[in-house]
Each structure stands twice: as C-alpha cells, then as structure tokens.
C-alpha cells in the first residue's frame, strides 16, 4: 500500500503537480496529528495520574511514532513547493495586513516550522523512551519524570499546535483569517486520534495481544471521550461558522462562501454528517459505547471524516470552483495509511504490549466504571 | 396486612457488595440496600434492571429544544419580524444557541426532577430509617418474606460468611 501510494505520489507529481502536492501536504498533516494525538494523550494521562488507561497505553505511544515520518514528509512538502502558499510569491499590500508581511516570510516560516516539529518529536521520544525503560528498570522514578515531562509538553503543544495550524493551513488562504482556527483543528486532530486508538485497540484485543487485557470498560470510556471530542469538534467548528455568518466581513465570509459553492456544499454537509452527526447519535447510547463491532464502526467513520476535514481546509483554495477526487486523492491517503501502519506495528513490536512494572497497571486492569 | 422484613447490618463496602450478591444468587429478592454512600456496582449485584432517568434526560432535552426552535421562530419571523443586519427572518444558524441552552435546562432540570418524583422525595418528607447508622458508618440490607421459600436460618448462614453485625427481624403493620 506504501509502495502503491508512494508510485502514485511520483506520477501525480509529473502529471497534476499542484492537486499532488496538495495531496501530500494534507496526508503529512494527518499522519502529523495522529502523531500527536497519540502523544497527547499519553501525556495527558501522566498528567492528570490516570490509571485507567494504562493496560493499552503502549497504542497511543507507538501512534507517535510516525511524528518524525509526518515531519519529514512535510518538511519535503514545504521545501520544494512553496508556491502552494500563495503569500511566498505577494501578499496584498492593504496596510492591515503589516503584521502578516512580517509574520509570513519564507526563512521565518521554515525556522518556525522545524521548531514545532522537533519540539514534538523531542517530547515524544523522551516520554516513550521512559515509559520504555521503566519494563526493564522497575522504577517509580520514570513515572516521576514523565509527570514532568508531560505538563510541560501540553503548555508546548498548545502553542505549537495552535501557531502551525495558523501557519500550514491557514496562511493556504492568507487573507482570511480566523483566531479560533487552531483549537478548530486541535479539536479535529484529538477525535480522529482517539478514534484511531479505538481501531488499534480493538484490533490488537481480537489478534490477540490485548486480549485479556483490554476490557469493555476500557472501551466504555474510550468511546465517552470519542463522544465528547467529536461534539467539541462541533461546537468549535460552528463557533467559528456563526462568528463569520454574523458579522457578514467579506475578507472573512469568502472562506465559507468558497466551500459552499456548487458541489463543495455536500462535502461541507458531509463533513460534519462524519465527524459529529454519527458518532453523536450512535454513541449517545451506553450499550453502543461497549460494543467494540460498533465503535469500529464509529471510529472508522471519524477518520473518513478527518480526512474530508483536511480536504476542505486544504483542496477549495487549488481546485477551483468544482471539488475533485481520484487516483491522487485516494492514492496518496491510501499510500499514507500503509506507512502509518507499518511504522506503528513496528514501534508496537518493540516494547512489551503492556507496561508491566507501571505503578498504575493493577488499577487499569481491574478497572469499573 | 403484615409485612415481614429481614434485616442484616453490616460493616464493610465489601461485605454489603458480596452479600447482595450471594443472597440474590441463593433466590431470595431484595427490598432495598441502605448505605451512607452511593455504592459502585451495587445497582448490578442486587440485580437492578438499568435506570430509564437517561431517556427522561434525552426525550425532555429534545421537547425543549423543539419548543425553543418553534418560539424563536415565532418571536422573530412571525408575530414581530426584526431585522437583524439584513438576515433573513428565520435565520437558523443565529438560533443555535439559546436553542442548544435551553436544551440543556430542560433535560437537565426535568432529570433532577423526574429523579425525585419517583424517588418520592419532596420537602418536608418524614425520613423513614432503619437505624441512624446508615446514614454514618453501616450498611444495611434488608429482605421482604415473602413466600415458602424463605428460610431464616439459611439467609443467617450466609449473613454469617460476610461479617454480619446484628440481624434483626421486623413485623410491619401496613394499611392497604
């Protein structure tokens, strides 16, 4: 599937250039957020001194793996093609835009983006690198230490997370702007990540690896947090729809009115059908929550829907006035898909399935909720 | 009518848990559970079918947020029409949230509620307690006998095994 993706990659770069590196900026960016959802959420559990998750946490933390991947990736993306960010080549000389002359300069950009990305990649490797050692060790201390590690690495991905959304995907479309666009895609980023947790659990309890382990209140729980992630996506999404409905600004109107043309509305309607409408009436019901078929389902269907919530941030400012898929779309998700699971089986084969000596096992594993 | 109640006190969350369990297991039916804390598990031990308060929530949120839907719609499009930096009357999107708010009320208001109708709770209802302990330290669990079936001398045993604290039987006089 990697090798597939990767021909289709090549060609489509000789024969639709702009559609392919659109392609694989959007695909960079999807495996960068599971990524870091993964990450996230260990470092979150750290954080607040969950027990709960424990018996599974080896999943998210193999997620982060295909951080430096995703990196790379986009790193490619940004270097050899800067003409997908039109303000590499003018910006408007409007007076109101002098911060953005300042802010958008390609040197600047480039600085800014490898520090976020080898910030992220620091963080996650010494985390997993800990939670790794303490299977040989036995020591209470890396915990200690990945408590630390993990508040810092939330106030640090705050601010990363929130100015590279700004940056990749905002500055596509550089004089619309829209300050709450970074929690938009942080809200985005977290469901999809949680509902890839979901698949991997799910599928490493049927193969085998998990099983015993993981229970059907580990997936309660889960699918409470896929839940309310996929209804905080939601909100966001429409606080910042209404904001600009309201007030009716052209420069701001324009990011909306270019989704709701023609035959972009369906992808519009379709992209909160996914991402909210579904797991909402689905898992509102506890029977639904537990049942792992359903959350499969359910998981699936979010991460479908985060991709066509990469493809409208990222494609209506190249395709114009009629939305397209084809072998580049599919080719290069799918493509990015293989690599995402083969680097994180290979990470999940490097470490115990579960953390034996974490203080927290014995909680998660006879956890009720 | 007489009613008969079997009663056993105990002392530990322990105990209470797996003498529910055990008594239910042997065949006998359980009145009620008194504890100075809400119990996790217990509603499963004793056997208890799922709470319906869920779809009180869910039907009465959907209620209020029907009626916001409808009033809104009348106050703005129907019976004063005001225009509002030239949207249309019937803007949905500007809707969205006081809908969402008053949802939220109702569903919320109306659980409470519905939780005290049929707890029947009300101000200034007389408490009927068994005992003040299961309001402090105690847990009690208590059996109707009902029907030929009921042995006291086997509930006993198995009160025994869980550190059953005093046993106590009461006789009832109920007006029908």
Known sequence: MTLAGAVTAAAGLLLAPQRTWANLLLACLFLLGLGLAGIFFVALQYATGAGWSVAFRRVPEAMSAVLPYGAAGLLLVLLLRPSLYSWTESLPGDPAFWFKRLWLNYPFFLLRSAVYLGLWILFSRRIV???????????????????????????????????????????LEPEWYSTIFGVYNFAGLFSSGLAMILVLAITLERAGPLRGYLTADHLHDLGKLLFAFSTFWMYIWFSQYMLIWYANIPEETNYFVRRLNGFWEPVFILNFLLNWAAPFAVLLHVPAKRSPGMLLKIAWTVLVGRWVDLYLMILPTFAGKLPVFGIWEVGIIAGAAGLFFLVVLRALGQAEIVPGNDPFLEESLHYHN | MTRRYFIGYFDHEDDILGVSKAVCKAGFSVADVYAPYALHGLDRAIGLAPSKLPWVCFLLGLLGAAFKVWFEFWTTAQDWPINV?????????AFVPVTFEVMVLCAGLSTVFAFFFVSRLWPGKKPRLLDPAVTDDRFALVLEATDATYDPRLLEGIFQQFHVVRVEERVEERKV
Do not use: E, H, Y
């Not at chain 1, 040989?136 to 590279?164: E, G, K, P, Q, Y």
């Open chain 1, 129 to 171: 690198g800990l939670s790794r050692r303490q299977d040989r060790d036995n020591d209470v201390r890396f915990t200690r230490s990945n408590i630390r590690l993990s508040v810092l690495f939330i106030v640090v991905f705050a601010f990363t997370c929130w100015l590279a959304s700004f940056d990749w995907i905002m500055s």
């Open chain 2, 85 to 93: 930096g030239g949207k249309p009357w019937n803007s949905l999107p």
